[in-house]
């Protein structure tokens, strides 16, 4: 059988119609009963092809029987080998083929079009095709779609929609699938097991309002269930980064954006988004010297992602990180509303400490808005400052309170419009010379030791320190600053400006000991980036101890520093003794 110049245009309800346009097609029987030779060539919509092979006698064919042979088929780059069962040409029904193929990019044909653009490049395929009219299977799978492969078998009923095992290795991720997957289209009648890593998440729509640094480096072992509108994620076992959870969380997808509810626990989590990227500069970073470097960040914080969901959480956590502290033993409640949130802490310690505290952070303004109130007594100060420095520039057990506001999209904004307050007292340790010499980087001065008289000592004992320090607007002043060791008292006195990242304090010491003449007052001056400190060597011992007794406390800032002190820290006294002169 010879045909010319034959069209042939194949429809199916809800798919683009398949046009193939034969220019020539020879169909024939070297021998009556033994089977047909297959030799066409033409178009599918508008792509050259040929196609050939040998199949089984037409007659069975079309006394109801099913198409038997192989077939290979070329277009362009593309090569296709199929060999079995053909079933009926109409449907599925009866199919078994072997499938063998390979191409520089993938057609756009039926689901095949929906393929991320990622997928859509060089591919080969090496898969098991078998269909009952109902559905079709896939085993034996290896496939590979750009630089992603496929492996496993995959079924497909049209009432069910997916299920079965399949291994995903994609350049960002790799994913274990085991299960039913519903439609593959917002995880619609999904009930599945999922395991997988990656350094970044599969894109998927589900995930879509996951902030970017909460979709890196990660891990996850879990279940997956869809009952109606609402996703049940249990018996998951989660690591993002450093932070790892495990328990139970639900999505409801009803509403205008999804709601996330959850109970969960964890060795240790990490949720400073607010300070991230913040602290290395600050304390670690290397200095440039640049005159007009700057040392927060301010890059805009991601605060989309915060409009994109709803939440309400309750992690239970063995080790919290929290914006300004790490939380030890802590219960924490976070709760997500139209871009506002809000996290307390119900129980928790702050390194030993009794705490209470609260984080607000409202993304719906513009700019956002920020205010947080912590409060904690007992806390080991050498820890929380190891948090921020290391080795800690103090050591000791310490109360603080500090209650603080800001607005701004950035850490460098935030930190710019801050207003509040914050107390610090810490009784009986030590001040680590040494560290604050690195951190100020200061040529030819011994700063700390200078001031209390041990310039040969990276590490002083100290009997206490007390601050009272109030902002507005982002400008701090040190109303209240005392640190006393045995050798010398220092006060200290001015501010410091975080919109301009500038220094203006002055650190004057009271030496103890009559023989002490090394104790001379210091100036802090610069920027955060280049702090600048000046000695003024006074003359006489006279001199320098009528300049301490000239230092002058705000009775106000002082008294409430005594209403924040339990009384029996040595610095409170002295502060107190200077607000009377």
Known sequence: LDADDVSVVYKRPGQDPLRVAFSTADIGAPTVGRGLRLDARGEINGRD????????????FLLGGHL??????????????????????TSLAGVDLAVKGQGDSVPAIGALAELPEDMRGKWSANLRLAGDGHGYRISDADVELGDSSFKGNLAHEVAT????????????????????????????????????????????????????????????????????????VSDMKLKIGDSDFAGTVSVDRSGSRPRVKGSLKSDYVDIAFLRRGDAPRVVQQERSRTADSKVLNDEPIPLEWMKAV?????????????????????????????????????RGTIYGADTSAELQFDASTHPAKLSTNVLARGADVGKIMSDWSEPPFMVGQGDFDIQITASGDSVAALMGSVSGQARVLVGEGTAQVGVLEQMVRTVGIKTLGVLLGEEKADVVPMNCFAANLTAEAGVVDAEVLVLDTDKATVFGSGSFDLRKETWDLIFTPKPKQVTLTTAVPIHLGGTFQNPEVSAEKVGTLRKLAGLASLFVFPPAAVAGLMDFGAGDNQCLDLAAEGSKK
Do not use: C
């Open 49 to 60: 092809f040929k196609v050939g092979g040998r199949m089984a006698p037409l007659a069975g």
């Open 68 to 89: 038997e042979g192989q077939i290979d088929v070329e277009s362009g780059d593309l090569r296709l080998s199929l060999d079995g069962d053909f079933g009926r040409l």
């Open 161 to 232: 929609g997916y299920s079965g095992t399949l291994d995903i290795d994609a350049p960002t991720y790799e994913l274990h699938l085991d299960g039913s997957f519903g439609s593959l289209k917002g995880l619609d009648g999904v009930d599945a097991k999922v395991g997988g890593q990656g350094t970044d998440m599969p894109p998927i729509a589900a995930l879509a309002f996951m902030p970017a640094h909460l979709r890196r480096d990660w891990e996850a072992d879990f279940r997956i269930k869809e009952t109606g509108k609402r996703l049940n």
């Open 310 to 346: 709803d939440a309400s959480l309750e992690i239970d956590a063995k080790r919290l990180q929290a914006t300004l502290f790490t939380y030890t033993d802590a219960l924490t409640l976070i709760e997500l509303e139209n871009g506002s949130l809000r996290v307390s802490a119900e």
